[in-house]
Structure formats: structure tokens, C-alpha cells
């Protein structure tokens, strides 16, 4: 995957986009599935005009939701692992900025061992905000 094959989200993504974090959460035996993909999409669009979405693949296999105020990427979601979307969508994320920081499940192992991989440090643990009951890490990545 090159930066080619990323770009910005419109709103006639988000069902695509949906899609993918609603087929990922089925395929964990740990996240609940609280939304159908309908509300996902919704709020998707709700939060575009608020964040920077950027999309990889054609068709899409793989967003990431990033936070400009706050430094903060809200989701990254890869329909499958290994292709280098995920890193792809990171360095998106990371262009122009030295500091990010984000939120990822303590279940997700893999999230966290991509994460190291791509620079981030464990800063603390704590109860989740969304989904009561899943404990979540607080990483930050620094230039």
C-alpha cells in the first residue's frame, strides 16, 4: 500500500467505512456489537465535518478517524492485517504532527503490538468510556 492509494472520506464512504468496524466486531469474541452498521454510518457522517477521515483501498479495506483538535486518532480499522493499510493510514495521521495520541481496547493485543511497532508508548489503563466493562490503554506517539 502507498499513499496513493489513500484519500480523503466523503460522506458516500460511510457505509463502506461501517462496514468494516461492524464485520470486526462480530469477529471478536470480546467487543460487543452495540450499533448495526446503519448507526455507525451515521455517525460517521455526523463527525466528518469535525474530524479528518482518510480511506485506503478500492474498495475500501481500511479507515482512520483522526481528531485535529486534539491530536487524537478516534478509530483505525483494517479489514485485514499485514497489507499495510494500517501503517499506511498511521504515517497519513502522523504527517505534520509531532504528537498523537489514542485509545485502544486492553483485549486487542494486536492493536497494541502495531501501535508499538509504529513508534506509540503505553501511558496508562483505565476503564472504558463507551463500552463499560472493557478496560482501555492510553498510547501517545512523539517525533
Known amino acids: 500500500m502507498n499513499k496513493g ?3 480523503r472520506a466523503q ?3 460511510a457505509p463502506a467505512m461501517a462496514r468494516i468496524v461492524s464485520d470486526w466486531e462480530a469477529a471478536t469474541d470480546w467487543m460487543p456489537s452495540i450499533y448495526g452498521p446503519e448507526e455507525i ?3 460517521i457522517r455526523e463527525a466528518m465535518p469535525e474530524r479528518e477521515m482518510w480511506v485506503a483501498g478500492n474498495p475500501i479495506e481500511g479507515y482512520l478517524s483522526f ?3 486534539v491530536n487524537r486518532v478516534g478509530g483505525l480499522y483494517c479489514r485485514k492485517t499485514g497489507a499495510g493499510l494500517g501503517k499506511a493510514l498511521m504515517e497519513k495521521a502522523k504527517e505534520g504532527r509531532d504528537f498523537i495520541w489514542l485509545h485502544t481496547h486492553e483485549a486487542n493485543e494486536a492493536a497494541q503490538r502495531f501501535y508499538k511497532r509504529e513508534g506509540f508508548e503505553e501511558v496508562s489503563r483505565h476503564d472504558g468510556d463507551i463500552h463499560k466493562g472493557l ?3 492510553r498510547m501517545e506517539w512523539r517525533r
Open 11 to 13: 460522506v458516500a464512504d
Open 5 to 7: 492509494d489513500i484519500r
Open 135 to 137: 478496560r482501555e490503554v
Open 67 to 69: 481528531d485535529p483538535k
Open 41 to 43: 454510518a451515521d455517525m
